[in-house]
């Protein structure tokens, strides 16, 4: 009986400490149709600052704190604000600086190696590319650019002139004849008197001849010579030109009959021969 007594004791103790345990730790159980909320990330954001443009990229908390954490990196770090269309000079001025642009404009320094350039005018160019802000990289890059264009330039233009002299000159040939040298001559010396040598060899014309190449040029400074033709100016030293007709009575008088122009075995025969084919060349031009 004793034993029948105790048992149900014991048990009653179990049943109360069970109870006693689910009451300091209630427990919370989801039914099926209980889900956890979705939290939406701008419910995160103040509402001070949910319209802010710089937020509308982000749309979770791991964006955020990416983003966050870059910035902080770049705390600190050498940056270049860009100025906005209010900018003055002096503020543009203070970012060509910063990105490297020389504070004098002397301090511009190039590499031409055989290229030679004109010191006036590379003083003015470095003057334009340190009012613009040009970095030297940049500067050296558009001389050098400008340089070689100039130098092909002249090289084209020399070509040009060379060919148009040549074309010139036979076409002078052609029409001055025997008086081609005589006519160009005194064409040249009566230009080179009024305009000066310099001028008319360095002045280019839209053809790509020089002034005292062109062809209509030569042949009015020509003809105008002719009228002046007792002028100092137009006789020079007074070489003299023979005519086509002073030609031709040289040559007539060499190939007379029984002349040594005829007589092989004369001693002057092969002088002879020289001398009127000289003369029938220039008669010919």
Do not use: C
């Not at 705390?75 to 004098?104: M, Q, Y």
């Not at 040939?173 to 060899?201: C, H, I, M, T, W």
């Not at 020079?236 to 060499?254: H, R, V």
């Amino acid at each position: 009986m004793e034993n029948q007594t105790t048992a149900p004791e014991v048990q009653s103790e179990q049943t109360e400490a069970v109870v006693q345990n689910n009451e300091a730790t209630p427990q919370t159980v989801l039914t099926e149709t209980e889900q956890p909320k979705e939290v939406n990330f701008k419910d995160l954001i103040p509402k001070s600052f949910r319209e802010e443009k710089a937020l509308d990229n982000f749309n979770n908390m791991e964006d955020f704190v990416k983003s966050y954490l870059h910035a902080q990196k770049l705390v600190g770090a050498d940056k270049i604000p860009v100025p906005n269309k209010h900018a003055t000079e002096e503020d543009w001025n203070e970012v060509f600086k910063r990105l490297g642009a020389p504070s004098d404009p002397n301090d511009y320094k190039y590499d031409f190696k055989d290229q030679e350039m004109d010191q006036g005018q590379v003083q003015e160019f470095n003057k334009t590319a340190h009012r613009l802000g040009l970095l030297p990289k940049q500067a050296e890059g558009l001389i050098k650019f400008y340089n070689e264009m100039n130098v092909n330039n002249a090289a084209s233009q020399e070509e040009a002139a060379a060919q148009s002299q040549m074309n010139v000159e036979a076409e002078l040939k052609k029409e001055f004849g025997p008086q081609y040298n005589k006519r160009l001559d005194q064409a040249k010396r009566l230009a080179v008197n009024s305009l000066g040598q310099d001028f008319l060899e360095n002045t280019y014309l839209k053809d790509g001849s020089r002034l005292g190449d062109n062809l209509n040029v030569i042949k009015a400074f020509s003809d105008l010579a002719d009228k002046l033709s007792e002028d100092p100016i137009i006789q020079g030293d007074g070489t003299s030109y023979m005519t086509a007709k002073d030609i031709e009575k040289e040559i007539t008088e060499l190939t007379q009959e029984g002349s040594a122009y005829w007589d092989k075995n004369h001693i002057n025969h092969q002088k002879a021969v020289d001398e009127v084919l000289k003369l029938r060349e220039m008669l010919n031009g």
